[in-house]
């Protein structure tokens, strides 16, 4: 089949590829010069199935309320917040519910592992070489931290994932660059997680997809969907609508306001984040791979020879707006666990500062699959974990695509979910 794919970052290009590898002639649209220049671009980098859950979870809000004023929370609201934005929020705290959380979060589960492995298997096959680290750590600064994550130590058992806790001690022989003079309680290091540079990654699957036979059209905006026939794109400055037998739309946060036209109400809100990437100064004060400060929920990632720490998730405002406090949340955790680890900006180094937003669903679990709309299917709204999500979202698109049966099990992945 002739397949139109609009979006080129993770999403657009693990699908892309997975359409080519099952023979199909497709076309990549992407309104940016390069593949995963907008949210694949500096995210965290962290695949870690078992940890994957949805924000939506009981207890959720009042956290949120709880923390909105602190200097250092994890989650803010730029106000005034857009009718968008409250009509978000009010699904996702819906979606809080203890049985819609646990539906949810088993989903995103079953599709971050079987993600994991297709991840592995494309590195092997393809030896496609990018930074990597294997282990997470999550970081636990006290007692409470402890507490709060046992939930979640309940969740990696019952998913049979690989963990153990662990004192400071053995934190720091894990990680041994971690600041000798921070007192911390100790930490939950998963040896089977691994951090992984996501554009790195995409660039390098662009090329093989290339190969394939995948044209990729850059600097070329999808305006619009023709609603008579969902498989056409119209670009602008062209004419006549560029007609294919299939289209996916994997344009991230922009999905939504192209499908509304179609009458496909997406509700999606941007979430956003940050990140700082700076080159090494020295290694023997790098982290090894990643980690999570559980308190400030900000990650630090071992990058090749850099070092990214990323973080914070902010509902409202804009991406242009950076929001400096939130930047500073990440210094602040960087210099108190690796405080030699990262040449600075102030000794001249580029020091990269990023915003990027989450395409976010309120319930979490993206939407994959024929969208009911002939001709027109979806590969969206990953959220906060969707380079963890891509291998196995794309594959699974293209069996589903195919006619046949997911290799993971797709319930409560498609569009029937928003019903
Ligand atoms: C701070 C931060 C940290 C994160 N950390 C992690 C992590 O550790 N692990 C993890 O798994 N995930 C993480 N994520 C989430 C992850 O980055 C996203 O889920 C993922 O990048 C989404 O990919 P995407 O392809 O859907 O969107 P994008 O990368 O945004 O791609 C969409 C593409 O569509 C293009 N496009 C849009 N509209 C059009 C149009 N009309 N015509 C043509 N092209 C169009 C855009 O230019 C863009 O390139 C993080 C995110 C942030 C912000």
Not at 226 to 246: K, M, Y
Not at 266 to 273: D, K, S, T
Not at 397 to 406: E, F, R, S
């Amino acid at each position: 089949m002739r397949i139109a794919v609009i979006g080129a970052g993770i999403i657009g290009i693990t699908t892309a590829y997975e359409l080519a590898v099952d023979g199909h002639e497709v076309t990549v649209f992407e309104r940016r010069g390069a593949a995963a220049e907008e949210t694949s671009f500096a995210n965290a980098g962290v695949v870690a199935p078992g940890s994957v859950t949805p924000w939506a979870a009981p207890g959720m809000p009042g956290k949120v309320l709880g923390n909105l004023l602190s200097r250092h929370a994890a989650i803010k609201l730029s106000l005034p917040l857009s009718g968008n934005d409250l009509a978000w929020m009010w699904k996702w705290w819906r979606a809080c519910k203890l049985e819609t959380y646990l539906a949810n979060r088993a989903r995103l589960q079953r599709l971050a592992f079987y993600s994991q492995s297709r991840l592995h298997q494309l590195t092997a096959d393809l030896q496609l070489d990018y930074d990597r680290a294997e282990g997470y750590t999550v970081l636990l600064r006290s007692e409470k931290d402890s507490r709060l994550v046992q939930p979640g130590l309940q969740i990696l058992r019952d998913a049979g994932v690989a963990f153990s806790e662990i004192n400071a001690e053995g934190v720091r022989k894990i990680e041994p660059a971690i600041n000798p003079d921070t007192e911390f309680l100790g930490g939950i290091h998963m040896p089977n997680d691994e951090v992984a540079n996501c554009r790195q990654f995409a660039l390098l699957l662009k090329d093989k997809a290339r190969d394939l036979g995948v044209k990729f059209e850059f600097n070329t905006t999808v305006d619009q969907l023709n609603t008579a026939q969902a498989a056409s794109v119209l670009i602008p400055g062209e004419n006549t609508p560029r007609q294919f037998d299939r289209m996916v739309m994997c344009a991230g946060l922009a999905s939504a306001a192209l499908l509304k036209p179609l009458g496909l109400k997406i509700p999606m809100a941007a979430v956003y984040g940050y990140s700082i990437s700076a080159p090494i100064r020295e290694a023997l004060n790098a982290p090894r791979s990643a980690l999570m400060d559980e308190r400030y929920k900000v990650a630090i990632s071992r990058l090749g020879n850099r070092v990214r720490v990323a973080g914070s998730a902010e509902i409202g405002g804009s991406l242009a707006k950076h929001r400096a406090s939130s930047i500073q949340t990440l210094y602040k955790v960087l210099h108190d666990w690796f405080p030699g680890a990262a040449q600075n900006a102030n000794t001249g180094s580029s020091v990269q500062v990023w915003k990027g937003a989450r395409p976010m669903l309120p319930d979490a679990p993206p939407i994959i699959g024929d969208s009911g709309i002939p001709g027109l299917w979806l590969n969206l709204g990953h959220g906060s974990s969707g380079w963890a999500l891509s291998c196995g979202s794309a594959r699974a698109l293209a069996d589903l695509m195919a006619g046949k049966a997911a290799e993971v099990n797709m319930e409560g992945l498609s569009v029937a979910r928003l019903n």
